[in-house]
């Protein structure tokens, strides 16, 4: 059996991400559990490209969400009829993502309100009821205010795992702690301390692996975020009561060559009473159609710029030591085996039991 080789890191323990040059396939599946039983299910796929915006560094991902099915099947309920259709506004959508890899701003604003104001006029002749008019005005308000989609697209599970604090500093011996909301509830999210780490080696099939783990830090009771009270209402009021209970864990694989994720496997569970308790399972992988695919490899290049930065006030004879260990830089992955529509939140209708579908697409997830 080979020994694995450490991580090479960006500079001391930083982990930086770069472009790839390629649309990539991804599958998404989120599923709903009260206590062991599945009540719902939502699966779809999506592409993915990441490019260099204007300098090094500084990336735009433009995604584009497919059909979404819901329990296996396409939406069939009003509600998720009007939000499938109006998602289809929103996307293909581009993010500037911040250096840490969270979301910072929609880039293409302005070809989202084009889309939609021709959508909503389509959707207004069609749907005629005051149920659907209710949800076009509420969609209308968020998307013509771009401060409050970009919030929006944080209540979705799949942009809020995605663009998450992965690229940060490591510190040996120690865990990062990052402060998370996530949209357990709905726009109702919940605060956990989570707790970053990194495992020290690649893979056998050269993936990096960051664990995020953490533990409700939200002062409400379970009863005041069911019932949409964004502070704890009881705690100001000086009455006796108990904090909700909620954990999380999410595993990111990486792709070694250029940081990218390969995979996103999360779980939380909430504590709902004595009796009953929430669980939700968040999977996304990328669908590879060559199962010997690996990214292209920037660590030459990165590694080029920081000796071009150090050029600019370097003497002669660093230059030349510079030069030669540069030359000496080369890097070759050890293995070459297989690598293993945004949801507009409104209120939501509970969905009816529906039968299944797409068997192929949801075999990707059992690996």
């Not at 779809?44 to 560094?57: A, F, G, L, Q």
């Not at 949800?135 to 771009?146: G, P, S």
């Not at 009881?234 to 060559?257: H, N, R």
């Amino acid at each position: 059996m080979p020994s694995l080789e450490k991580i090479n890191f960006y500079k001391d323990r930083e982990l930086k991400h770069s472009n790839f040059n390629e649309t990539r396939k991804f599958g998404y599946r989120y599923q709903d559990f009260e206590n062991e039983k599945l009540i719902k299910e939502v699966h779809y796929e999506v592409d993915i490209n990441c490019k260099t915006r204007h300098s090094y560094n500084d990336f735009i991902f433009e995604i584009n969400r497919k059909q979404v099915y819901v329990d296996n099947k396409e939406p069939d309920l009003l509600v998720e009829q009007m939000l499938e259709k109006c998602a289809k506004a929103i996307f293909p959508i581009r993010i500037i993502p911040a250096e840490d890899g969270t979301l910072s701003e929609i880039d293409n604003h302005d070809e989202i309100l084009q889309r939609w104001r021709s959508l909503k006029e389509h959707l207004g002749s069609y749907y005629y009821s005051d149920v659907a008019y209710k949800i076009l005005n509420k969609v209308h308000k968020l998307i013509l205010n771009k401060q409050e989609l970009e919030k929006s697209l944080n209540q979705d599970w799949f942009f809020h795992l995605y663009f998450s604090p992965l690229y940060i500093d490591y510190p040996l011996e120690t865990s990062q702690i990052y402060k998370w909301k996530s949209p357990v509830f709905g726009n109702q999210s919940i605060g956990y301390n989570v707790n970053h780490t990194i495992e020290e080696y690649y893979t056998a099939t050269d993936k990096i692996i960051i664990n995020a783990k953490g533990k409700s830090s939200d002062e409400r009771s379970i009863e005041e975020v069911l019932q949409g009270i964004d502070y704890p209402k009881a705690k100001l009021q000086g009455i006796a009561y108990k904090t909700l209970e909620s954990e999380m864990e999410v595993k990111y694989k990486l792709y070694a060559e250029d940081r990218s994720i390969f995979s996103i496997i999360s779980t939380y569970e909430t504590k709902i009473n004595d009796t009953k308790n929430k669980t939700q399972k968040i999977s996304l992988y990328h669908l590879v159609d060559d199962e010997f695919f690996r990214p292209e490899s920037d660590l030459g290049a990165r590694r080029a710029q920081e000796q071009f930065k150090s050029f600019q006030t370097a003497g002669d004879e660093d230059i030349i030591d510079i030069s030669k260990r540069l030359k000496d830089f080369k890097y070759t992955p050890s293995s070459k085996e297989p690598h293993e529509k945004i949801s507009l939140f409104v209120e939501e209708i509970p969905t009816l039991q529906r039968k299944s579908s797409l068997e192929r697409f949801l075999k990707m997830f059992k690996k």
